[in-house]
């Protein structure tokens, strides 16, 4: 069994905040262990609770249209969520749930090592892209650590005010190239590290002390 499969185990016992009692599942994450684009929403809503899987919803169902776009499917990426457990009645997720929660997102992204995060509305970007306003940096792409992080409204947005069904459709338009250059940028730095350790002086042995006899 995967790492990550235990992982989600153990995410899927997690009984750390009060929500675990109104929950009927908590929803760990799905998708491709090996994803090069993995995308975080913000919390489970009915549906999702429902079935103990992530955006199968209407919000969902759009992002199977986006990512159909870009002409992957969502086995091809992975999609999981800041907190993993429905908050009662679709409230905000709590500052005290979503730091519980931190370290099962933390411990996905390090397993999974995708090549491009990309944050799906407001509490996902703030995790990584802290202080800033989803409509100033929706569309943009931040490269940290090795981590592309591109931000994007929420799906859900788009049902409620339909100008950003656009918004989103042009925003996800962006992803294949954002995603060649991530690569582009890995393999250099790859090589970079190489050639450094290639050229690295060897440490020689100390000098024998030489004898007389
Ligand atoms: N909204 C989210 O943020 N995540 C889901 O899984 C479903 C709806």
Known sequence: MSALTDLNKDIALCRQCEIAKTRTMSVPGEGAENAEI???????????DQQGRPFIGAAGQFLDELLASIKLKRS???IANVI?????????????????????????????????????????MAKFFPGKTISKIHGTAQTRDGIMYFAMYHPAAALHQGNLRQTLKEDMLKLPLLLAQAKTAKIKEEVKTEVKVAIEPKTEPPPQQLSMF
């Open 38 to 48: 993995m995308f975080i929403g913000e919390a489970p809503g009915w549906n999702e």
């Open 76 to 78: 091809q990426v992975y």
């Open 84 to 124: 993993k457990c429905r908050p009662p009645g679709n409230r905000d997720p709590l500052p005290t749930e979503i730091a519980n929660c931190q370290h099962w997102l933390d411990k996905q992204i390090e397993l999974i090592s995708p090549k491009i995060i990309v944050t799906l509305g407001r509490y996902s």
